[in-house]
C-alpha cells in the first residue's frame, strides 16, 4: 500500500474507532439515578474526555464554507432577499374565547395540513394552527383558568409545546405528550405569570424542526391588571402587531422543500417571511407603535434595528415588561427569543422612509409606510415592573453545571444526547438554585447556541462575570449562548413534572441536544 493511501486508510481508521467510542459513551442513566446537585460537577469532569473524543470524531473536512463561517459564526449566513414591500403584513386573527364564564377561557387547537397562497398564483403546501398556514393567537389574563382542547388532524404525530408558560410538566407539550394522528387530549392550567409575549409550537422527538418549518407556529399574549393600567400601545392589530419572523428556501415549484433545504446545523432560507407574508410592508398610523418581535426561524439570528439608525425603546423581554423602557438601536434575537419594542411614528411623514433592517446581513424585513391618520395618544412609563435580582440569589453557590458543545449531529449537553428514559437533573418544587451555562467551542470555533428551559422563567444573573444587558433584566426562557461564554441564570419551577432543556436551533434539538429536568 503506497504512503498516501495507508495514511487516508488510518485516519479512516481511527475516526470509526473515535466515533463508536462516543456512541458507546451515551449510557443510560436510570431514571432514579437523577439528583445532579452534585453529580453536575462531576459530569463536567467526566464528560471533558467524552467531548474531546466527539470533537475529534467530527469530520470538518466535509463542511463547505458557507457552513464553517456561516453556521459556526452565524456571520456569514446565507443573505435574505430585502422586502419589496408589496404586500400589507397579515395580522394573525384573535382565537375566540369558547368559555363565557369569566376568569375561565376555552380553545380549540387543531394541527392541520393546508395550502397556502404565499406566492400569487400559486398553493403552496403547508401546516397551520386551526388554518393552513401558521395560526391565531391565544389570548389569557394572569389568574385565567385556561382549557385548551388539542387536535391532531396531521398525518404523523405531533405534540402542542406551551414556549414560555410556567405550567406542570404533564401540559407543558414536551416530546412525551404526542398525539398521534386523529388524537385529541384537553390540557387544563392556571396562568400564574405576569404580563408576556410568549408563543406555542410542536415538540415531538426528532421531527420538530420540520414542523415548524412548515407553519405550526403562533404567539400567545398574556395580560395582567399592571400591563393594561399602563396605558402602553394595545390595540391589537393597530398600534399593537405581532411579528413572526421566519426565514424559508423553497424549490423551483415554490414548495417548503425541507428535505431538500435542511441543514444539521440548522436550516436557513433566502426568502424572508412574517406573519405569512411574504414582501412585507406595515402602514402605521402617526402614533407611538408596539411591536411584538418573535424570532420563529429555524436557526438563524436576527439583529434587528432601524434603516435611519435612529433608537427605538424596549419595554419587555420574551418574559415579560421590564422595569423600565431601555434606549436601543439594535438588538439581536435568537431562536425562539422574543422581545417588545416600541418605535414613535408620530412626527413622520409619508415621505420618510422607515423601515426595519436586519444588520447581520443589511437586509430589509419590514418597510413602514406612515398614513395621515393620527393614532391614540399612548405613553412608555419610567417605570413598568418591579423585577429584581435578590442579594440572596446573587449569593447562591452553583449547583448545577451545563455544557453545550458541537455541531451538526455531534451536538451534546454535558457530553450526551438526549434519552427519554433518563433524568439529566433534578430540581425541588418552589426552591432557586443557580445553574450555570458553558458553550465549549471546537477546534474551529464553534457556534452560538439559543438556550432554552421549558415550565418555568428565569434571571440571567451574570454572563462572563459580567452584570447582563439592561435589556436582559427582566424574565427570560430562552437565551443566547456564544462560543465560550458562562451565563450563570437563577432558576426556580413553581410546578412539578418532567420539563426540556435543550438548543433552540431546532435541528440541533432534534439531533438530541436536549435533557430532561424533573422537579419534584
Request: hydrophobic share 30%; charged share 30%; glycine share 8%.
Amino acid at each position: 500500500m503506497k504512503n498516501g493511501k495507508f495514511t487516508v486508510f488510518l485516519i479512516c481508521l481511527i475516526t470509526a474507532f473515535v466515533l463508536s467510542a462516543c456512541a458507546g459513551n451515551n449510557e443510560t442513566i436510570p431514571k432514579d439515578n437523577a439528583d445532579t446537585k452534585n453529580e453536575s460537577h462531576e459530569n463536567m469532569d467526566r464528560n471533558e474526555e467524552e467531548s474531546d473524543s466527539m470533537e475529534e470524531g467530527m469530520d470538518h473536512s466535509k463542511m463547505d464554507n458557507d457552513t464553517m463561517e456561516g453556521h459556526m459564526s452565524h456571520d456569514e449566513v446565507v443573505s435574505l432577499n430585502d422586502s419589496t414591500g408589496e404586500n400589507e403584513l397579515k395580522i394573525p386573527p384573535l382565537l375566540e374565547d369558547e368559555n363565557e364564564k369569566e376568569r375561565e377561557v376555552a380553545y380549540t387547537v387543531r394541527a392541520q395540513k393546508g395550502e397556502t397562497e404565499i406566492f400569487d398564483g400559486t398553493k403552496t403546501k403547508t401546516y397551520g394552527y386551526n388554518g393552513a398556514f401558521l395560526g391565531p393567537v391565544l389570548r389569557f389574563s394572569k389568574g385565567d383558568t385556561v382549557k385548551i382542547r388539542l387536535i391532531n388532524e396531521l398525518d404523523e404525530d405531533t405534540t402542542f409545546h406551551w414556549h414560555g408558560l410556567e405550567v406542570p410538566g404533564a401540559v407543558d407539550g414536551g416530546p412525551h405528550a404526542k398525539l398521534k394522528p386523529g388524537e385529541e387530549d384537553m390540557v387544563e392550567f392556571k396562568v400564574i405569570q405576569e404580563a408576556a409575549t410568549l408563543w406555542f409550537h410542536p415538540h415531538p422527538e426528532g421531527s420538530t424542526a420540520e414542523q415548524v418549518y412548515n407553519g405550526l407556529a403562533d404567539l400567545i399574549y398574556i395580560e395582567d391588571d399592571n400591563s393594561k393600567n399602563l396605558g402602553l400601545p394595545n390595540e391589537y392589530g393597530q398600534n399593537d402587531i405581532p411579528l413572526i419572523f421566519q426565514d424559508k428556501t423553497f424549490d423551483d415549484k415554490k414548495q417548503l422543500n425541507y428535505d431538500a433545504a435542511m441543514n444539521e446545523d440548522g436550516t436557513i432560507g433566502d426568502t424572508l417571511l412574517i406573519n405569512g407574508t411574504l414582501n412585507p410592508k406595515l402602514t402605521v398610523r402617526k402614533e407611538k407603535v408596539r411591536l411584538r418581535l418573535l424570532n420563529g426561524s429555524n436557526a438563524r439570528n436576527f439583529t434587528f434595528k432601524l434603516n435611519t439608525g435612529d433608537s427605538f425603546e424596549q419595554i419587555a423581554t420574551g418574559g415579560g415588561l421590564l422595569n423600565k423602557p431601555v434606549t436601543m438601536k439594535e438588538i439581536t434575537l435568537t431562536p425562539s427569543e422574543r422581545a417588545e419594542i416600541v418605535i414613535d411614528f408620530s412626527k413622520l411623514t409619508a415621505e420618510d422612509e422607515l423601515a426595519l433592517i436586519n444588520k447581520e446581513d443589511g437586509s430589509t424585513l419590514l418597510p413602514f409606510e406612515v398614513s395621515d391618520q393620527s393614532g391614540k395618544d399612548s405613553n412608555i412609563p419610567e417605570k413598568m415592573n418591579d423585577f429584581s435580582i435578590t442579594e440572596e440569589e446573587m449569593n447562591l453557590p452553583v449547583t448545577k453545571k451545563v455544557e453545550f458543545f458541537g455541531m451538526m449531529d455531534k451536538v451534546t449537553i454535558n457530553g450526551k444526547k438526549f434519552d427519554k428514559d433518563r433524568i439529566d437533573f433534578t430540581q425541588k418544587q418552589g426552591v432557586t438554585e443557580v445553574w450555570e451555562f458553558y458553550n465549549k467551542p471546537d477546534k474551529m470555533g464553534g457556534m452560538i447556541h439559543p438556550v432554552h428551559m421549558h415550565g418555568t422563567q428565569l434571571k440571567i444573573l451574570s454572563r462572563n462575570g459580567e452584570k447582563p444587558p439592561k435589556n436582559e433584566r427582566g424574565w427570560k426562557d430562552s437565551f443566547s449562548l456564544k462560543p465560550d461564554e458562562t451565563v450563570k441564570v437563577a432558576v426556580q419551577f413553581k410546578n412539578k413534572g418532567v420539563y426540556m432543556l435543550h438548543c433552540h436551533i431546532l435541528e440541533h434539538e432534534d439531533n438530541g441536544m436536549m435533557a430532561q429536568i424533573k422537579v419534584e
